[in-house]
């Protein structure tokens, strides 16, 4: 059977041998990584390709810039007001505390409704 001593000094043994084999594989991991951006870039030389490319939907076509792709967000008009406070509602999304409460009140959604 064992010492506590001897479990001690082989536990520091293996944590030794785990921290040399972790750097193995980051070692290896970078050099494999490196190799693999050297071939990349070597084959984007040989047919011409950017980093502009990569990221083109179609072969072949520049990609847009990421602005220009998505149209600027508008405001929705709101389309329920409480006359007491003021506040608005556009009918997205989860109804306002306020309306919520109304409407558990006895009141109805098109007594809010704003008229065009």
């Known amino acids: 059977m064992s010492t506590y001593q001897e479990l001690i000094a082989r536990q520091q043994d293996l944590a030794r041998q785990q921290a040399e084999l ?4 980051q070692d290896t ?7 693999v951006i050297q071939q990349i870039k070597t084959m984007m030389a040989e047919h011409g390709l ?6 083109s939907s179609k072969p072949g076509r ?7 792709e998505t149209a600027p967000s508008r405001k929705v008009a ?3 007001r409480d006359p007491d406070t003021g ?6 999304g989860l109804k306002p505390k306020w309306l919520a409460t109304a ?3 006895g009141r109805t959604l098109e007594e ?3 008229q065009a």
């Open 112 to 114: 809010f409704a704003i």
């Open 50 to 55: 950017t980093v502009a490319d990569l990221s």
């Open 22 to 25: 972790e750097k193995q594989i």
């Open 62 to 68: 520049p990609a847009k810039a990421a602005n220009a």
């Open 29 to 35: 991991l970078r050099a494999e990584r490196a190799g």
């Open 87 to 92: 506040e608005t509602w556009s009918g997205r």
């Open 103 to 105: 409407i558990e009140n």
């Open 78 to 80: 709101p389309k329920y």
